[in-house]
């Protein structure tokens, strides 16, 4: 299984800027797919997160309203497109996903069995 995310960069605060998570090696469409972003010495933070069928998502307070997840089973991805970017979106971005994951866990990025690599978004202000 590999999960690769890409899609970050340097951009103005109030900016967009849209996220990709490419899988391969899993049936995509049965796994649930999260968002999370980590600054130095902090913690993973969830961000976002889609289950299977695309119709349930989920959102941290702090992006709700700007950010929006999104799939695409047949070509295997996910994207986050974030508007009204804020300097405090700064971190690095990384897509996780889990087959049997259970609506009270979608947050916690313990019940994530796989990850990507990461993709650093900075925003100025």
């Known amino acids: 299984v590999q999960l690769q995310a890409s899609g970050g960069g340097l951009v103005q605060a109030g900016d967009s800027l849209q996220l990709s998570c490419a899988a391969s090696?899993?049936?995509?469409?049965?796994?649930?797919v999260a968002w999370f972003r980590q600054t130095p010495g902090k913690e993973r933070e969830f961000v976002a997160a889609?289950?299977?069928?695309?119709?349930?998502?989920h959102y941290a307070d702090s992006v709700k309203g700007r950010f929006a997840i999104s799939r695409d089973n047949a070509k295997n991805t996910v994207n986050l497109q974030m508007n009204s970017l804020k300097p405090e979106d700064t971190a690095v971005y990384y897509c996780?996903?889990?087959?049997?994951?259970?609506?009270?866990?979608?947050?916690?990025?313990?019940?994530?069995?796989?990850w990507g690599q990461g993709t650093q978004v900075t925003v100025s202000s």
């Open positions: 889609i289950f299977r069928g695309g119709s349930s998502v």
């Open positions: 090696g899993l049936t995509f469409r049965t796994y649930t």
């Open positions: 996780a996903a889990d087959r049997q994951l259970i609506l009270s866990s979608v947050r916690r990025d313990q019940a994530y069995d796989y």
